[in-house]
């Protein structure tokens, strides 16, 4: 009983230190405070990328909007969990996924087909996620307008939230990486 108890201490200040327990490293994503700590927007980033002119390409390469069709977006991330973190959102503001219209949810699902080979040709990973968080239950940061994750993966990223002390997870620089994903979208035939 002692004993146990004494391991829960030492674990516990462990965990203090910042090497704890495997679960918490693998929480541990630095460069994500400045969006934790950030006052909350009170826009939406999504429909503001929404709304940029086609042809900005700096104001696109500003707001890290890779592409956009007459129904959705993809856009990198601001606060990657790792690098090559893409999302992919309609144009509309909604947090209704059930009834996304057939060409949103078309539009969704081709773009990220193209994220995710975008992101093989650039980055080599090893492996994707795709997911959505509906809902403030579910871990949704921005609730109101829906959005997929794209990540790249590489084996021994072990969490769906990965994934952090590995490293690919090095924070690489954004603008950088906007340019070497952009260009795999302006390729494309029909870009807005
Ligand atoms: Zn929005």
């Not at 405070?33 to 900005?56: E, N, S, T, V, Y």
């Not at 893409?86 to 996924?97: G, K």
């Amino acid at each position: 009983m002692a004993k146990s108890r004494k391991k829960t201490r030492v674990a516990a200040k462990a965990s203090k230190r910042g090497r704890g327990p495997i679960a918490q490293k693998a929480l541990f994503a630095p460069w994500r405070m400045p969006f934790i700590l950030a006052p909350k927007d009170p826009g939406c980033f999504f429909c503001r990328a929404a709304a940029l002119k086609a042809g900005d390409e700096a104001g696109w390469k500003d707001a890290l909007l890779l592409h956009r069709d007459r129904h959705a977006l993809a856009i990198m991330n601001r606060y990657p969990y790792i690098g090559g973190h893409l999302l992919v959102a309609p144009l509309r503001h909604t947090s209704d996924f059930a009834n996304l219209t057939p060409q949103e949810h078309k539009s969704m699902w081709e773009l990220a087909r193209r994220c995710v080979g975008l992101l093989e040709k650039t980055m080599r990973p090893q492996g994707h996620n795709l997911g959505m968080n509906l809902g403030k239950a579910a871990g949704a940061g921005v609730e109101a307008h829906l959005h997929l994750h794209v990540l790249p993966r590489w084996l021994g990223d072990t969490n769906f939230l990965p994934v952090v002390d590995g490293t690919h997870s090095i924070p690489v620089a954004l603008g950088e990486l906007w340019e070497t994903f952009r260009p795999e979208f302006k390729r494309a035939k029909h870009q807005a």
